[in-house]
């Protein structure tokens, strides 16, 4: 949903969506494994709390220091911008021994509950929908409609662009702060450039700028592989067609 923001929405091309997610994840992760011990049990939701908004609000500074300076640019110059972004974030992880370096970050407390990713899910779907709905969000709608049209209306088209990169990478960094507490390990290469693109798909398959298009793909795209688990070797082939087949039935997404 906060990709779509981005990608749907404004119009954009982003391919670092799993960078503002290891910023997110690696900072709420680190956080709770030094303050845990430190704290009685019953404070740790708020920790947790705390943990993933922290992570979250990290991922949109990330968000913005990659926004400011390259949203000026359109279509595949800003994709491969992106791309640099997330391999950056994914390299320097991956070598910085504070964060468990390329063995990765373990014995992550596991809080991340049925009732925290769906109501974190909830939030993000209603913080924007609202926004998107409002007048203020028009603009991201002006922008992905006719970039030039929107200028000459008086609209300032970088701006709403580097906003929709904040506040898509904002929740991307909380959705990484529940998967590492869900997970309770966390590798760089669990959010490499494949990552990004499993996330882009699921944009792409439920249709640019239709939330609920977007979460019926996203379940379905979680589900597919484990219902093709059977089949083995040929089991990611299958997987392939069946989206293949799936564009070509539906080519403005589900």
Same mark, same amino acid.
């Given at each position: 949903v906060s990709l779509n923001l981005i990608n749907g929405h404004t119009g954009q091309f982003s391919l670092g969506h799993a960078g503002f997610m290891a910023v997110g994840g690696y900072t709420a992760a680190k956080f709770t494994l030094v303050l845990q011990s430190t704290l009685p049990p019953w404070?740790?939701?708020?920790?947790?709390?705390?943990?993933?908004?922290?992570?979250?609000?990290?991922?949109?500074?990330?968000?913005? @220091?990659?926004?400011?300076?390259?949203?000026?640019?359109?279509?595949?110059?800003? @994709?491969?911008?992106?791309?640099?972004?997330?391999?950056?974030?994914?390299?320097?992880?991956?070598?910085?021994?504070?964060?468990? @370096?390329?063995?990765?970050?373990?014995?992550?407390p596991n809080w991340t509950t049925f009732a925290w990713a769906w109501s974190f899910a909830a939030l993000?779907?209603?913080?924007?929908?609202?926004?998107?709905?409002?007048?203020?969000?028009?603009?991201?709608? @002006?922008?992905?409609?006719?970039?030039?049209?929107?200028?000459?209306?008086?609209?300032?088209?970088?701006?709403?662009?580097?906003?929709a990169f904040v506040i898509g990478a904002f929740f991307a960094g909380i959705a990484g702060g529940l998967y590492a507490h869900h997970k309770?390990?966390?590798?760089?290469?669990?959010?490499?450039?494949?990552?990004?693109?499993?996330?882009?798909?699921?944009v792409i398959l439920g249709g640019m700028g239709r939330t609920a298009g977007v979460i019926v793909a996203a379940v379905l795209l979680t589900l597919l592989p484990e219902v093709l688990r059977?089949?083995?070797?040929?089991?990611?082939?299958?997987?392939?067609?069946?989206?293949?087949?799936l564009m070509i039935a539906r080519p403005q997404g589900l």
């Amino acid at each position: 949903v906060s990709l779509n923001l981005i990608n749907g929405h404004t119009g954009q091309f982003s391919l670092g969506h799993a960078g503002f997610m290891a910023v997110g994840g690696y900072t709420a992760a680190k956080f709770t494994l030094v303050l845990q011990s430190t704290l009685p049990p019953w404070a740790q939701p708020l920790l947790f709390l705390f943990a993933l908004l922290l992570g979250g609000l990290l991922a949109a500074v990330a968000g913005l @220091a990659v926004g400011v300076p390259t949203l000026r640019l359109r279509g595949d110059y800003l @994709a491969i911008v992106t791309l640099g972004f997330g391999e950056i974030i994914r390299v320097f992880f991956q070598t910085t021994e504070m964060f468990g @370096a390329a063995t990765g970050l373990t014995g992550i407390p596991n809080w991340t509950t049925f009732a925290w990713a769906w109501s974190f899910a909830a939030l993000t779907v209603f913080v924007v929908g609202c926004l998107v709905s409002s007048t203020y969000g028009r603009g991201f709608l @002006a922008v992905h409609d006719d970039e030039v049209a929107a200028g000459a209306m008086g609209i300032n088209p970088v701006r709403y662009k580097v906003t929709a990169f904040v506040i898509g990478a904002f929740f991307a960094g909380i959705a990484g702060g529940l998967y590492a507490h869900h997970k309770q390990f966390l590798s760089p290469g669990g959010f490499d450039f494949m990552k990004s693109i499993d996330i882009v798909v699921m944009v792409i398959l439920g249709g640019m700028g239709r939330t609920a298009g977007v979460i019926v793909a996203a379940v379905l795209l979680t589900l597919l592989p484990e219902v093709l688990r059977g089949f083995a070797d040929y089991r990611m082939i299958i997987y392939s067609l069946l989206i293949i087949v799936l564009m070509i039935a539906r080519p403005q997404g589900l």
